[in-house]
């Protein structure tokens, strides 16, 4: 089941899209259950994008780091599901956590970003 935002009464539509896409995630993830729009984090940003231009920002950002090694952009989709805390990275990946900051460091150079960076906001 998918839970949308509270949403005003004349925003309905928009609160049955995100319910819709909360339960295409937790489908896309092999899950059961609830699962709440807010909840889905990065993710939802992808939602409207068209698979075409997922590859070519896939092809223009991401292609080096799978290039180097593909465990690099895993290391990297776990940091950011975990909201860059390196402790629950590394224990999703079954790493040590000086293998994630290893990790990290090769990330940074081949992306050429710097990811203890603050975001925006």
């Given at each position: 089941m998918g839970i949308s935002r509270s949403v005003p009464s004349d925003a309905l539509?928009?609160?049955?899209?995100?319910?819709?896409?909360?339960?295409?995630f937790n489908k896309s993830k092999n899950r059961n259950g609830i699962v709440h729009f807010q909840n889905i984090g990065y993710e939802?940003?992808?939602?409207n994008i068209d698979f075409n231009t997922k590859i070519i920002l896939f092809e223009d950002h991401l292609s080096?780091?799978?290039?180097?090694?593909?465990?690099?952009?895993k290391t990297l989709e776990f940091l950011i599901s975990n909201d860059r805390k390196k402790q629950e990275t590394a224990d999703a990946l079954h790493i040590h956590v000086n293998t994630l900051y290893k990790r990290i460091k090769k990330i940074q150079q081949v992306l050429n970003i710097d990811l203890e960076q603050k975001m925006i906001g």
């Open positions: 539509s928009y609160a049955f899209e995100e319910a819709a896409a909360a339960v295409i939802r940003l992808l939602h080096q780091l799978h290039n180097a090694d593909p465990v690099y952009l």
